[in-house]
């Protein structure tokens, strides 16, 4: 009885962290349809939105690293219900800057709550269902790919049709939805910080230790997700040229994100372990063709590119996590904030360079054509990755409980 009653609760708390996921995602989302017409209102070019959308991307990826390592060192629940509030509050509140000093003041504030709830949620999932935590993490992934999936539909209809100061009223329910699940939050993480033992290792050690490793992944990941990165907001910048309005580019934008969300449904169901080397190089080389060809598509084929994109970036991301983890077992957290935070916003601040170009040239084709040239490079690079030692674990996909660093799970 005692075992059920576990497991029930243990339901309960993922499924509450699946729906702040959905939230807080589609919030950090729901900025991306929204680049053409901030750059109109506050005006200054584009090297101005861009630098915007640099602060806004280096805050949401690369400071997962901190919020990680901090997670792993000392008790964070908190995070879990303070960073979704932030997050909201600052996201939501993006349609209203009428300077670009309160652009990004709101962009690096909701980006950090944004960071914030990230590894330690990556990190109470592992004990929500201790004894299924890869499907616990599937779950958890899924209501986040949604959530960026039904962020720049909402918010590019919206804007659309009520204008960009219509979006602040989304902190109401966001923020109702959050307080009202805050309660199961705090109740579970005290239990899970409870349970933790010791400190984790330390950031100069595992440099020490494993930093020739750190590095491969990061600049291998900034190749793989350079087009990821880029894609959204250089769709926007197309169709904006083209005439099309905020809904339209949230369509796109929205079958992106689709996209990869079923890709990793797809790639935890099909890609075996022997099949993880070859998913590697040949997804990022699939991807330079469809990159290179979204300026000559249009209507219902753009939509048709975008999502099968984001089908093949969801498709490898996860594959390409689980190397990180296999290839640094002493720090699987660490390196997962690299692989999905670090590497994300190197790359948004390589994209923003790259926009900044392409736009000042008025030929946006420019930057599908150097995201291309990118995954092809980043495929290319995978055939050279090493192995992961032979004492390391294989599976596929891997899974390690960010809380007890080195251990892998089933």
Not at 220 to 232: D, E, K, Q, W, Y
Not at 344 to 366: D, F, K, T, Y
Request: aromatic share 8%; net charge positive.
């Amino acid at each position: 009885m005692t075992s059920r009653r576990v497991i029930s609760n243990g339901v309960a708390f993922l499924i509450v962290l699946t729906l702040v996921h959905l939230i807080i995602d589609a919030f950090a989302a729901s900025v991306h349809p929204l680049w053409p017409d901030l750059q109109k209102r506050l005006g200054g070019g584009a090297a101005m939105i861009q630098a915007a959308f640099l602060f806004w991307s280096l805050t949401t990826s690369a400071s997962q690293l901190v919020f990680g390592y901090f997670g792993d060192r000392y008790r964070g629940g908190w995070m879990l219900w303070a960073g979704p509030l932030v997050g909201i509050a600052c996201m939501g509140a993006v349609g209203r800057a009428e300077s670009l000093p309160v652009l990004v003041g709101l962009l690096m504030l909701g980006g950090l709550g944004v960071a914030a709830f990230h590894p330690e949620a990556a990190a109470a999932v592992g004990h929500a269902l201790p004894e299924s935590r890869s499907r616990a993490m599937s779950l958890f992934a899924t209501g986040g790919f949604l959530g960026q999936s039904l962020g720049p539909l909402g918010s590019g209809w919206m804007s659309e049709r009520y204008g960009l100061s219509f979006l602040v009223w989304n902190i109401t329910w966001g923020l109702a939805l959050v307080a009202i699940l805050t309660p199961w939050l705090r109740s579970a993480t005290a239990s899970i910080g409870s349970s933790q033992n010791g400190r984790g290792v330390s950031l100069p050690e595992l440099i020490q230790a494993s930093g020739s490793r750190l590095g491969t992944l990061a600049w291998v990941g900034v190749l793989r997700t350079l087009p990821a990165a880029g894609a959204p907001i250089a769709l926007a910048f197309l169709l904006e040229s083209r005439g099309a309005g905020n809904s339209r580019i949230g369509l796109v934008q929205a079958a992106f994100f689709g996209g990869i969300g079923l890709g990793g449904l797809v790639c935890a169901a099909l890609v075996s372990r022997h099949r993880e080397r070859m998913v590697l190089w040949l997804l990022p080389m699939l991807a330079a063709p469809l990159l290179a060809g979204c300026p000559v598509v249009a209507g219902p084929w753009m939509v048709a590119a975008s999502g099968a994109l984001g089908l093949i970036v969801g498709l490898g991301l996860p594959v390409f996590i689980s190397y990180g983890q296999q290839l640094v077992p002493e720090g699987p957290r660490i390196a997962s904030s690299i692989t999905m935070g670090v590497t994300w916003g190197l790359g948004g601040a390589l994209v923003a360079g790259i926009m900044a170009v392409s736009n000042h040239l008025g030929r946006p084709e420019l930057a599908f054509l150097t995201f291309a040239a990118s995954s092809l490079l980043a495929g290319l690079a995978c055939l050279r990755l090493p192995e992961p030692g032979k004492h390391l674990l294989k599976a596929s996909p891997v899974v390690l409980d960010p809380a007890r660093p080195g251990e892998a799970v089933a």
